[in-house]
């Protein structure tokens, strides 16, 4: 992610939460403060760029319902941009509150972002110390919107400014921010812009000090990534944006390869959803176009 570009992904992201929220029904996730995160004026603003980008979509659709642009914006957001992002939010947060009945006192979020978590469980305050990682221009907007919309931050939640592909930051983050009782971490839309090395070292370095027990919730996308289509060229789209917005889409995975990786690390994979199974946990019997997302996986390891 480029530093000055980090507001627009976060915005974006927030974005189509906040589009579920509202629009959508039944919600897979509901993340009712991500508006809050948003002014009005953005709102619009992400709404008419997404409509305008309906040619690049579905050129076919872009000339059907040219005069529904509420239509389009809806196709835009439920084909492309929310599937992937509601459905690992819900699945992360059910194992996390399920770690948090077992014991787990720590949740470390990587590639935090316009993460709201903390505000929506404010009754976790005295269980659960709260540990949110991004680069220092992402985390200085994120307080500044927390600001805006008068939210204060919980005592329990902790901001930790770093890039997750320098080794010495994450030894730092390790040996100086991370106590070592029983821990929970996400990894959110991060491992496709990580080369295989950079994954590998992360998860080795986190996982140190981290006690047996301790287990990591995370999506990567497998060894079709790039030979795809998808629903409406959509995974070649998301290539594309990727590529054209300056973040690269770099590794994809065979079931084998992530498995051997986890296992240098000291990690079992507890539980391993493939878009199938995505697809019949989260958007079973929808009307919309909610779809689980081709080639994206989501995973459940523990360390040993």
Same mark, same amino acid.
């Not at 991500?34 to 004026?41: F, R, V, Y």
């Not at 509601?86 to 699945?91: E, I, K, N, V």
């Not at 990894?187 to 140190?208: A, H, I």
């Given at each position: 992610?480029?530093?000055?570009?980090?507001?627009?992904?976060?915005?974006?992201?927030? /974005?189509? #939460?906040? $589009?579920?929220?509202?629009?959508? +029904?039944?919600?897979?996730?509901?993340? $009712?403060?991500?508006?809050? @995160?948003?002014?009005?004026?953005?709102?619009?603003?992400?709404?008419?760029?997404?409509?305008?980008?309906?040619?690049?979509?579905?050129?076919?659709?872009?000339?059907?319902?040219?005069?529904?642009?509420? !239509?389009?914006?809806?196709?835009?957001? =439920?084909?492309?941009?929310?599937?992937?992002?509601?459905?690992?939010?819900?699945?992360?947060?059910?194992?996390?509150?399920?770690?948090?009945?077992?014991?787990?006192? =720590?949740? &470390?979020? @990587?590639?935090?972002?316009?993460? +709201?978590?903390?505000?929506?469980?404010?009754?976790?305050?005295?269980?659960?110390?709260?540990?949110?990682?991004?680069?220092?221009? +992402?985390?200085? /907007?994120?307080?500044? #919107?927390?600001?805006?919309?008068?939210?204060?931050?919980?005592?329990?939640?902790?901001? &930790?400014?770093?890039?997750?592909?320098?080794?010495?930051?994450?030894?730092?983050?390790?040996?100086?921010?991370?106590?070592?009782?029983?821990? /929970?971490?996400?990894?959110?839309?991060?491992?496709?812009?990580?080369?295989?090395?950079?994954?590998?070292?992360?998860?080795?370095?986190?996982?140190?000090?981290?006690?047996?027990?301790?287990?990591? &919730?995370?999506? $990567?996308?497998? !060894?079709?990534?790039?030979? +795809?289509?998808?629903?409406?060229?959509?995974?070649?789209?998301?290539?594309?944006?990727?590529?054209?917005?300056?973040?690269?889409?770099?590794?994809?995975?065979?079931?084998?390869?992530?498995?051997?990786?986890?296992?240098?690390?000291?990690?079992?994979?507890? *539980?391993?959803?493939?878009? *199938?199974?995505?697809?019949? =946990? /989260?958007?079973?019997?929808?009307?919309?176009? @909610?779809?689980?997302?081709?080639?994206?996986?989501?995973?459940?390891? &523990?360390?040993?």
């Amino acid at each position: 992610m480029k530093q000055n570009e980090s507001s627009i992904t976060s915005l974006i992201s927030a /974005f189509g #939460r906040a $589009y579920h929220c509202q629009y959508d +029904t039944p919600l897979i996730f509901d993340d $009712y403060i991500a508006k809050e @995160l948003i002014t009005p004026q953005e709102f619009a603003d992400i709404r008419e760029n997404m409509i305008q980008g309906i040619h690049f979509f579905n050129p076919e659709m872009a000339h059907l319902i040219k005069d529904e642009p509420d !239509e389009i914006l809806r196709w835009i957001v =439920q084909t492309q941009l929310s599937p992937t992002p509601l459905a690992r939010a819900a699945y992360c947060e059910r194992v996390l509150l399920h770690e948090v009945a077992l014991g787990s006192t =720590q949740y &470390v979020i @990587l590639g935090a972002g316009l993460d +709201t978590f903390a505000f929506r469980y404010p009754e976790l305050k005295d269980r659960l110390n709260i540990i949110e990682v991004d680069i220092p221009a +992402t985390q200085q /907007f994120k307080r500044s #919107r927390l600001s805006s919309a008068k939210l204060p931050i919980p005592s329990n939640l902790h901001f &930790v400014a770093m890039d997750l592909t320098d080794k010495d930051s994450l030894i730092t983050l390790v040996t100086e921010e991370l106590s070592s009782e029983k821990s /929970f971490v996400s990894l959110l839309g991060v491992s496709f812009y990580l080369t295989k090395e950079d994954l590998s070292r992360l998860l080795q370095v986190l996982f140190t000090k981290l006690p047996s027990g301790s287990s990591i &919730v995370f999506d $990567y996308a497998d !060894e079709h990534l790039f030979d +795809t289509k998808g629903i409406s060229n959509r995974v070649d789209h998301m290539i594309q944006m990727a590529a054209a917005g300056g973040e690269p889409m770099k590794s994809g995975y065979t079931y084998v390869e992530m498995e051997a990786l986890l296992d240098e690390a000291g990690l079992l994979i507890y *539980e391993h959803l493939n878009p *199938e199974a995505i697809q019949e =946990q /989260f958007f079973q019997d929808r009307t919309d176009h @909610l779809r689980a997302f081709e080639t994206i996986h989501f995973i459940h390891a &523990v360390k040993k």
